[in-house]
Each structure stands twice: as C-alpha cells, then as structure tokens.
C-alpha cells in the first residue's frame, strides 16, 4: 500500500523545475516529484505502476471484422425495454 502525503509551502522555483520536467518527460507530476524525493535521499525510485488505460489513447485501429463481429451487440430490441 503507498502513502499518500500532502506537501505544504513549495517554493516556486522547485514547482516550476517539477512541472518542466514532468513535461520534459511525458510523466505526471506526482511520479516526477517521487523521483526526485527518491534520488535526494539516495534511494532508487520504484516506476509509477499505473492502472489506468491512458496509454491506449490514440491506438484504435479500424477492423472492419471487429465491426461486423460486435455488430450484434449495438441492436436494440425494443421488447426487451417495455
């Protein structure tokens, strides 16, 4: 289980330097905050395990035998909801 903090009265220059390489990296901010508590105390950061879907976005690919074979599931039968 991970810890979660809240983290008070952050000087602007460490805020801008987190958020410039969050997107210097593609990470979010709070993996690259980890990482750099991790490197300043000597220790490896563990990778950010992620549960979401986010790097699926953009990767559909149009099947047209995909279309036809969940085509049955977009019918409605109307009898079914009276």
Do not use: C
């Amino acid at each position: 289980m991970n810890t979660q903090y809240t983290i008070r009265a952050v000087p602007n220059a460490i805020d801008r330097a987190l958020r410039r390489r969050a997107r210097q990296e593609a990470k979010s901010l709070n993996a690259v905050a980890v990482e750099a508590l991790a490197r300043g105390l000597e220790l490896e950061a563990k990778p950010v395990e992620h549960t979401d879907l986010d790097a699926l976005v953009g990767s559909w690919q149009e099947d047209k035998a995909f279309d036809r074979a969940i085509a049955d599931f977009e019918r409605v039968d109307e009898e079914a909801w009276k």
